[in-house]
């Protein structure tokens, strides 16, 4: 009956054929609507509400060695500032365990005679001392004492025989594309890259190293598929549900989240649609490689989940790592992905960051495919 | 009893070991991940571009400019021209801030008025951009002190100690966290698919209907899986310890003991996951459902404190939360024994319940 179907036809349905078996396939797994569905509403939330930079308030052990009407007034800015709970002592002993312990972010000391000090212009008036074991808190706890203790500094010189200085240059940043700064706007954008890495590598890796594990594959190879043909019957529908949950995702940001979406959608489409064949083709080369699902689930963990994690961009600046590292980003797809999901969130259509990110994910991609055909045909000689 | 369970550890202890795939991932990636992940995390801002377009001719201006060309943050100054460059050169992420010093900048100075300066920060990456507005400001402030003027004096500044790392060295904070993770990664693989793999090659059924009771399989699965999780991790902390220089003040026994609770947490719940699921597939899925969200509520990548009440008191429940707690406490700070108890308590409860939730489910999901 095949003599009357002109052979491009006949592809076209033995595709066809495996991309409906696959589909009913990933359908009937709950894994594959775990990966697509509930993970990007768990991480888009967790992104949303939870998981922030912006700090909420510090806990500071406050030690007035001799209370006097200065050290009343300090107090009191310090208690009414919406950034600092504090907790009051005459012996700064009590809170030096507390910092060891991890209770308190930091410590702060007004000696007797710290107005005088500061009038006198001596440097360090008031001790501050911080937990440096984080880094990242114990500047912002610093950076805000500083302005705090400046802004009390001039409203207590009003009215003093020797006025200070007032400040010569007044810095006023503006913060572009996210006035708010608001940690959520740039975190949601990004976890995005994250979700598409986990369906397009880790997922169609199992996928397929299933098949070899079970020895189906060779099975399917003896038929009259070509491999081409059954790659790419493998692949469309995991490349389908990967888009169907990217558009859940930017929904969910967008309508419930209140991140802005300042590019165009068209150009969404296209750049994930380029990342999803790149994580697909790492997700394909993985399962060809190791041919058993147990390594295929570790090497894509360690050799796409947590570079799209670390070396993207995403939560970590590519920028101050040293350079060998930086040289390993250039091959990460998701390092682009994120770059042209914070644009197209957050800036809009700005060619000259997507179309350098496009051509990226491109060469990636080609390269990832071309792997897969030379050791798919190594693999079976 | 004890005969079958010792022959089943065993069993698993050689058939890991023995298997080259497995030795490599399990016991040799986790420290070689932690050496690169470790270079990875800095929560500092370095080697980045900025532009300033100064539009003043006077002294004060460039006095101010040659400030940030001092920084070391910045490896690149872009010398812009006008205000048209600003916009494209922030858009197309040349650079990630721009200072802009008006024409009246030295006149102002020079009259004793406020003079404002415009600083200019890309929010595609806005956790960068806050931490160079600190750095920022602070040039800014050390700059303000030079300029005193007749009697008046400039206004003194906090000067901040930071205990424990008081160079701010980015390794020093990184590791202890990156330990506990990649630990927990560990663990994990160790555990997720001991029982899935065998359920989906149809083995499990062989080992229930052998003499072993549930708990003695339990038993079997669990001790194995952690000495090897114990071996890996001490490989890290001994290459975090002694190669990447990172000091370990606390107690290193309170260390081991906080791991091996920690490790039996994980492990629970790596084996309630894999008996949940009925193949691999399921297993690792479920798994990482469970690992990026924990990770994620641990003050893994930001504080705890920085999340609403009701998530904070979920990440009480997270073995990762206590551990990331204990590690960064015995590494750094000295921590005394109750703070580490104080730790332990909590994972022990989680270790307990899924490991006897685990026991539960393996004769549950084979009916």
Not at chain 2, 62 to 71: D, I, M, N
Not at chain 2, 347 to 355: E, N, V
Request: proline share 6%.
């Amino acid at each position: 009956m095949n003599a009357n179907i002109s052979p491009s036809k006949q592809k076209l349905r033995r595709v066809f054929g495996i991309v409906r078996k696959e589909t009913r396939q990933a359908w009937r797994d709950p894994s594959s609507i775990l990966v697509a569905v509930v993970l990007p509403l768990i991480l888009l939330f967790l992104f949303g509400y939870g998981v922030t930079f912006d700090p909420r308030f510090f806990t500071v052990g406050l030690v007035v060695e001799q209370p006097t009407p200065e050290s009343g007034s300090f107090t009191a800015a310090l208690s009414h500032s919406p950034y600092f709970r504090i907790e009051t002592a005459r012996d700064r002993r009590t809170f030096e365990a507390a910092l060891v312990a991890g209770d308190i972010h930091g410590i702060v000391v007004l000696p007797a005679d710290f107005a005088e000090q500061a009038y006198r212009g001596e440097s360090a008036p008031i001790q501050v001392i911080v937990d440096g074991s984080d880094p990242n808190t114990a500047d912002l706890v610093g950076n805000y004492l500083g302005l705090l203790w400046a802004n009390w500094l001039e409203q207590e010189s009003v009215g003093r025989a020797q006025p200070l200085l007032p400040t010569a240059v007044e810095l006023q940043p503006q913060v572009w594309f996210n006035p708010e700064a608001s940690s959520r706007h740039y975190l949601v954008p990004g976890s995005i890259a994250i979700i598409l890495t986990m369906i397009g590598a880790l997922l169609t890796a199992l996928v397929i190293a299933r098949e070899w594990e079970r020895g189906t594959m060779e099975a399917l190879l003896a038929t009259p598929i070509e491999i081409p043909e059954l790659l790419v019957g493998k692949l469309v529908p995991y490349f389908l549900l990967g888009m169907g949950s990217m558009a859940l995702s930017v929904a969910t940001a967008v309508l419930l989240f209140g991140v802005p979406f300042r590019g165009s959608f068209a150009l969404l489409t296209l750049v994930s649609a380029v990342f999803l064949l790149a994580a697909l083709g790492q997700g394909l080369l993985i399962s060809t490689v190791t041919r058993n699902q147990l390594v295929a689930a570790q090497v894509s963990i360690l050799s796409a989940f947590l570079p799209a994690f670390y070396f993207s961009n995403f939560v970590f600046e590519i920028d101050s790592m040293p350079w060998a590292l930086q040289l390993i980003s250039y091959a990460v797809p998701a390092r682009y992905f994120v770059s042209t999901l914070q644009t197209l969130f957050l800036a809009g259509d700005i060619w000259s960051v997507i179309l350098p990110d496009l051509l990226g994910l491109a060469a990636i991609a080609t390269g990832f495919f071309t792997l897969t055909a030379i050791t798919t045909r190594r693999r079976l000689e | 009893m004890w005969r079958r369970i010792l022959a089943l550890i065993t069993k698993e202890l050689l058939a890991s070991v023995r298997d080259r795939q497995t030795r490599w991932v399990v016991l040799f990636s986790p420290p070689f991940l932690l050496l690169i992940y470790a270079f990875a995390i800095t929560q500092e801002v370095t080697n980045v571009s900025m532009a300033v377009l100064n539009q003043d001719l006077g002294r004060e201006a460039r006095e101010l400019v040659s400030r940030f060309e001092g920084a070391e943050t910045f490896e690149r100054i872009h010398y812009l021209t006008g205000v048209a460059e600003i916009a494209p050169a922030i858009e197309s992420q040349d650079v990630i801030m721009v200072l802009h010093l008006g024409p009246d900048f030295s006149r102002r100075i020079a009259a004793g008025e406020r003079a404002e300066v415009q600083l200019l920060l890309d929010g595609r990456r806005t956790n960068a951009a806050q931490i160079l507005l600190g750095y920022a400001t602070r040039i800014v402030a050390r700059f303000n002190e030079t300029l005193s003027k007749g009697g008046a004096r400039p206004p003194t500044r906090v000067i901040t100690r930071a205990w424990f790392n008081p160079n701010a060295e980015p390794l020093w904070s990184a590791v202890p966290a990156l330990f506990a993770v990649l630990t927990a990664m560990v663990g994990f693989m160790v555990s997720a698919l001991a029982v899935a793999r065998e359920r989906e090659l149809g083995t499990f059924e062989q080992l229930l209907v052998s003499p072993l009771q549930p708990v003695e399989i339990l038993v079997g699965k669990t001790v194995p899986a952690l000495l090897i999780a114990l071996t890996s991790a001490s490989a890290m902390l001994a290459l975090g310890w002694i190669v990447l220089d990172v000091p370990l003040r606390g107690s290193l026994i309170g260390l081991f003991a906080g791991m091996a609770v920690y490790l039996a947490a994980i492990i629970g719940i790596g084996l309630f996951i894999s008996s949940l699921a009925s193949t691999q597939q399921q297993a690792v899925i479920g798994l990482l459902l469970y690992l990026v969200p924990a990770v994620l509520l641990s003050g893994y990548a930001t504080p705890v404190e920085n999340m609403p009440n009701w998530l904070q008191w979920l990440s009480t429940t997270n073995p990762i939360t206590h551990f990331i707690a204990i590690c960064k406490g015995v590494f750094l700070r000295a921590v005394p024994a109750d703070v580490i108890l104080r730790h332990i308590w909590p994972m022990a409860l989680i270790a307990t319940t899924t490991l006897s939730a685990g026991a539960w489910l393996f004769r549950r999901r084979t009916t």
